[in-house]
């Protein structure tokens, strides 16, 4: 029978160490992976679960999100209900992910965002500054007559002209009075 040394009982406890680490994380991970996928069969909103709100603003094409609260009567709520109740609410919004303490839901709107000052032509002709002030609607700050001798700018004024500035919209004003 051979002597094995204290030198070879180490390597050889260390490999085995390293082997079994190895499996153990290997088979942690695909426990990780499965668990999303299991957990949302059935998963039910779980109390204190937030929500977060895609917007996203079609005119200029920036996206705006928004975390809040989910409501509270949805807690207990399969995604099927939640959903539903979304619906009932608010038909605009759509959900787009959802686990028990967090639902995605998006909505686009047809609006410039809230971070542009708009050059826009009312139904009546009439010109004016305008802010989405809200996120929702675009309240009208001011009267701003400019000329619009031609109907493609008629047209790209009734859809609304963007500035990042109150400054730079000024200036296209003054720039547009000066043409006429």
Avoid: N
């Avoid at 909103?45 to 949805?74: F, N």
């Avoid at 009932?88 to 542009?116: N, V, Y």
């Avoid at 826009?120 to 609607?137: A, F, K, Q």
């Amino acid at each position: 029978m051979r002597k094995i040394s204290g030198k070879s009982v180490r390597a050889l406890s260390v490999a085995l160490a390293c082997t079994g680490a190895v499996m153990l994380s290997a088979g942690i991970g695909l426990l990780v992976a499965a668990a999303p996928a299991a957990a949302q069969e059935g998963a039910l909103v779980a109390p204190g679960c937030k929500q977060v709100q895609r917007i996203v603003y079609s005119r200029c094409g920036h996206e705006v999100l928004r975390r809040l609260d989910a409501p509270d009567e949805w807690t207990g709520m399969t995604r099927e209900r939640a959903e539903a109740a979304l619906a009932e609410t608010d038909g605009a919004w759509r959900m787009t992910a959802f686990t028990p303490r967090k639902i995605e839901l998006t909505q686009s709107r047809d609006l410039f965002c809230p971070a542009h000052w708009v050059l826009m032509m009312d139904d009546s002709g009439e010109t004016g500054v305008y802010r989405c002030m809200d996120g929702e609607t675009m309240t009208r700050l001011s009267a701003c007559g400019v000329p619009a001798p031609d109907e493609e700018t008629r047209a790209r004024l009734r859809y609304g002209v963007a500035f990042d500035s109150e400054s730079a919209l000024r200036g296209a004003v003054e720039a547009l009075r000066e043409t006429d």
